[in-house]
C-alpha cells in the first residue's frame, strides 16, 4: 500500500508562530495577571519560575517528542508507543473537543464586546450590563432559550472556524496564525503603552511586582504556579503533540520549543504589566486601592472590571475595540489548535482528507457549542464545564501521560535520544528526572487537591445535581468515550506499519544537513 502523504508545516517558522499563538491564548491576558497578584505578587515569581523550568520546558519537550516521533495525533501516538495507550490518547481528544465548544463562545462575547466598545454600551454598571442585558443569565440549569447577542456572534465564530480547518495546515492554520499573532503583539503592546501613562498605573504595576515573600511558606501558591504553567504552555492535552507532529524529520525540537516557552512567558508578563496598569487608575478613580478591588480574574476581568474602567478612562473606546480585538485574536488561534487535536485523530483513524475531517469536526463542535452557551443557561454551564474539564480533566491527563509513558511503555530513554538527534539544546538525565519523577509528584498534589475540593465544598455555590451532571458526569463521559474508541481500527494505511526514524541515522543527516547549510552560507558570504 501506498505510504501515507500527512500534511507538514512549511518550515520551522511556521511551526514556532503556531505553537506560540496556541500558547498565548486567553488565559496568559487574564488569568495569569490575578493568579500571580493572589499568590504573593512579585514572589509568585519565583515560584512560577521553577514551576517554568520544573515542568512547562520539560513536558513541552516530551509532547514534541511524542508527536514528532511518532508522527500522529494522541490516540495513534500513544499506540505507536505502547498499545495499552491509546486510551489516553483519546482522552485528550475528548477533552480538547470538550474545551473547544465552550471556549468558541468566549471569542464571541469579546467579538460582541469589540463593537459595544465603540458606543461603551455598558454605560455605568458593566457588571449588570453583561450578566443582565448581555447574557440574560438564568439559574443554574439546561434551557433552550437563546440569547440573540450570543449566538450570531457565536455563529460567525465557528463558520471562520470550519472555513479555516478546512483548508488544512500550510492554507488554513499557517495563514490565520500569520496573521493573527502580528496583530495581537500589536494590538496589545499599544494598550501596555498607553495604560502605562494612566493616573496610577504605577501604584498598579508595583501592586502585581510587589512580593510577600511569606507566600513562598504557603504549599498553596507552589500549587498554583505548576498549576498555571501547565495550562499555559498547552502541554499533556495533545496540542502541541499534534502541532509537533506535522514538523520536518530534521527539526531542532528543543531550540523550537525553548523560543515557544519563553515567548508564552513573556507576552504573560506583559499582560500582567498592562492589566495592573489598568487596575491602578481604576483604584485612583474609585479612591481606593488595587488590594481592594474585585473581579481582577478571569471572565469578571475582562467582561465586567475592564469594561468600567473603559467607560472612565480617557479614549476609552478605542482601547475597548483594542482589547477585545486582543481576545478575539489570542482565543482563535488557541481555538484552531485544540480543534486540530480532534481534526488530526479523526484523520489518522478514518483516513480522511484534511478539509472533510475540518468540516465534520468543526460542525460535530459547532452544534453542542451553540446549543448549550448561547442560552441563558450558557453561563453557568461553562462555569463549570470550565472546572471540571481543566482540574480534573486536563490534569489527569498530565498525570497519567507521564506516569505511562515513563513507567508502563519505559519510553523515556528513546525519546530523549530522539530530542537530542536533531537538537541544539541536548536533554539528559536531569530532564529525564523531572518526567520521570518530579513533574508527576507535583501534578497528582495539584490533581488530588483540586479534586478533594470539588468532592467535600463542590464547586461555586452550584446546586450539586448541576455538578454530578456538568462536572463528575462530564468526566465519566470522556473516560467512556476513551475507551470506546480505542476499539475501532484505523483506516489510515501505515498506522501498524510505521516505524520511528532510527536515531543514529537521523542524527547523522541532521549533522549532514546542517554542514551543507554552513557550507551554502560561507559561499554566499565569500561572494
Known amino acids: 500500500m501506498a505510504e501515507v502523504k500527512r500534511e507538514a508545516w512549511g518550515g520551522r517558522t ?10 498565548i491564548g486567553l488565559g496568559n491576558i487574564w488569568r495569569f495577571p490575578g493568579v500571580a497578584y493572589e499568590n504573593g505578587g512579585g514572589a509568585f515569581l519565583l515560584p512560577y519560575v521553577v514551576a517554568f523550568l520544573t515542568a512547562g520546558i520539560p513536558i513541552l519537550y516530551l509532547d514534541y517528542a511524542l508527536g514528532h516521533r511518532y508522527k500522529a ?3 495513534l ?37 469589540a463593537v459595544y466598545s465603540v458606543t461603551l454600551a455598558w454605560g455605568d454598571d458593566a457588571n449588570a450590563f453583561f450578566f443582565g442585558d448581555y447574557l440574560s443569565a438564568a439559574d443554574p440549569g439546561f434551557s433552550l432559550d437563546f440569547v440573540a447577542t450570543v449566538f450570531w456572534p457565536l455563529l460567525i465564530v465557528w463558520l471562520l472556524t470550519v472555513v479555516v480547518m478546512s483548508l488544512g495546515i500550510r492554507r488554513g492554520l499557517d495563514r490565520a496564525n500569520r496573521v493573527t499573532l502580528p496583530l495581537l503583539v500589536v494590538l496589545f503592546m499599544a494598550i501596555v503603552v498607553y495604560s502605562i501613562t494612566l493616573d496610577g498605573a504605577v501604584d498598579g504595576v508595583n501592586a502585581f511586582f510587589t512580593p510577600s515573600w511569606t507566600a513562598l511558606a504557603d504549599p498553596a501558591v507552589w500549587i498554583a504556579a505548576y498549576g498555571h504553567i501547565f495550562f499555559s504552555f498547552s502541554v499533556a492535552f495533545g496540542i502541541m ?9 530534521k527539526a531542532d525540537l528543543t531550540g523550537s520549543g525553548t523560543v515557544v516557552a519563553f515567548g508564552n512567558c513573556s507576552f504573560e508578563i506583559l499582560a500582567g504589566i498592562g492589566v495592573f496598569a489598568t487596575l491602578g487608575f481604576l483604584a ?45 485574536f489570542a482565543g482563535f488561534t488557541s481555538l484552531l489548535s485544540i480543534l486540530q487535536v480532534v481534526s488530526g485523530a479523526v484523520q489518522d483513524k478514518t483516513a480522511w482528507t484534511p478539509a472533510k475531517a475540518g468540516i465534520v469536526v468543526g460542525v460535530a463542535a459547532a452544534v453542542p457549542s451553540v446549543l448549550l452557551f448561547s ?33 508502563v511503555a519505559r519510553a523515556i530513554p528513546g525519546l530523549a535520544d530522539h530530542l537530542n538527534a536533531g537538537a541544539t539544546l ?3 538525565p536531569l530532564w529525564k528526572a523531572m518526567v520521570t519523577y518530579v513533574s508527576p509528584l507535583i501534578l497528582a498534589a495539584v490533581l488530588v487537591t483540586g479534586a478533594w475540593t470539588y468532592i467535600t465544598d463542590g464547586y461555586g455555590g452550584y446546586p450539586q445535581w448541576f455538578l454530578l451532571i456538568a462536572g463528575w458526569g462530564l468526566i465519566g463521559a470522556v473516560a467512556i468515550v476513551s475507551f470506546a474508541l480505542s476499539f475501532r481500527g484505523y ?37
Do not use: H
Open 14 to 23: 511556521a511551526f514556532i508562530v503556531a505553537a506560540v499563538s496556541s500558547a
Open 73 to 75: 495525533a494522541p490516540p
Open 77 to 113: 501516538a500513544f499506540r505507536r508507543t505502547d498499545k495499552r495507550l491509546e486510551p489516553l490518547g483519546w482522552w485528550q481528544v475528548a477533552v480538547c473537543y470538550v474545551i473547544a465548544i465552550y471556549y468558541a463562545v468566549v471569542i464571541a462575547w469579546a467579538l460582541a464586546f
Open 241 to 249: 503533540l499534534t502541532y509537533s507532529s506535522y514538523v520536518g524529520r
Open 284 to 328: 485612583v478613580q474609585q479612591s481606593t486601592t488595587v488590594a481592594e478591588l474585585e473581579g481582577i480574574t478571569g471572565v469578571g476581568l475582562a467582561f465586567v472590571t475592564f469594561p468600567t474602567l473603559l467607560s472612565q478612562m480617557p479614549g476609552g473606546a478605542v482601547i475597548g475595540v483594542l482589547f477585545f480585538l486582543s481576545l478575539v
Open 375 to 407: 442560552t441563558t443557561t450558557g453561563i453557568n454551564t461553562l462555569d463549570v464545564v470550565d472546572a471540571f474539564i481543566n482540574n480534573i480533566g486536563v490534569v489527569t491527563s498530565a498525570v497519567l501521560t507521564l506516569v505511562l509513558v515513563a513507567w
Open 426 to 428: 541536548r536533554v539528559g
Open 491 to 527: 483506516r489510515r494505511p501505515d498506522a501498524e506499519s510505521f516505524t520511528p526514524d532510527d536515531v543514529e541515522t537521523l542524527a547523522r543527516d541532521v549533522a549532514e544537513a546542517r554542514g551543507r547549510a554552513r557550507a551554502e552560507g560561507n559561499g554566499r558570504s565569500s561572494r
